[in-house]
C-alpha cells in the first residue's frame, strides 16, 4: 500500500505564491511517476503536472506552464508543486497522485494509482 499526505495549501492574493508538498510512504520503491490534480467546484479533476520518479523528466497542463513547477527529492520520498503568479482561476483542492505501471499515459485520473486527500488552494483578488 501507499499512502500520500499533502500540505501547504491556503489562502494567497492574486499573484502570490504557495508551495504544496506530498509525502509518499508505504510501497514507494514502485513509484513510476507522482502528479499533481486540481478540482475547482463544480468541475471535474483535471491534470497540472507530473514528474517521472526516477529521471525527474516533467510535464505541465498549458494552463500552468511558466508558472508552475513539479519537483522531487527521492530520498525526503517528496514531490513538490511550486506555484507562482497565482490566479483566481487556480483555486481548487489539489491532489497528489502516484503511478506504479510505466505503461499508459500520465495526464487522466485513470492513469495514476493511488491519492492523497487533497489540499485546499483559494486565491483572492
Known amino acids: 500500500q501507499v499512502q500520500l499526505v499533502e500540505s501547504g495549501g491556503g489562502l494567497v492574493q492574486t499573484g502570490g505564491s504557495l508551495r504544496l508538498s506530498c509525502v509518499l510512504s508505504?510501497?514507494?520503491?514502485?513509484?513510476?511517476?507522482m502528479g499533481w490534480f486540481r478540482q475547482a467546484p463544480g468541475r471535474e479533476r483535471e491534470f497540472v503536472a507530473t514528474?517521472?520518479?526516477?529521471?525527474?523528466?516533467?510535464v505541465y497542463a498549458d494552463s500552468v506552464k511558466g508558472r508552475f513547477t513539479i519537483s522531487r527529492d527521492n530520498a525526503k520520498r517528496t514531490v513538490y508543486l511550486q506555484m507562482n503568479s497565482l490566479k483566481s482561476d487556480d483555486t481548487a483542492v489539489y491532489y497528489c497522485?502516484?503511478?506504479?505501471?510505466?505503461?499508459?499515459?500520465?495526464?487522466?485520473?485513470?492513469?495514476?494509482?493511488?491519492w492523497g486527500q487533497g489540499t485546499q488552494i483559494t486565491v483572492s483578488s
Open positions: 497522485t502516484q503511478k506504479t505501471r510505466t505503461c499508459g499515459g500520465y495526464s487522466q485520473e485513470g492513469d495514476y494509482d493511488y
Open positions: 508505504g510501497r514507494a520503491f514502485s513509484t513510476y511517476r
Open positions: 514528474i517521472t520518479w526516477s529521471s525527474g523528466n516533467t
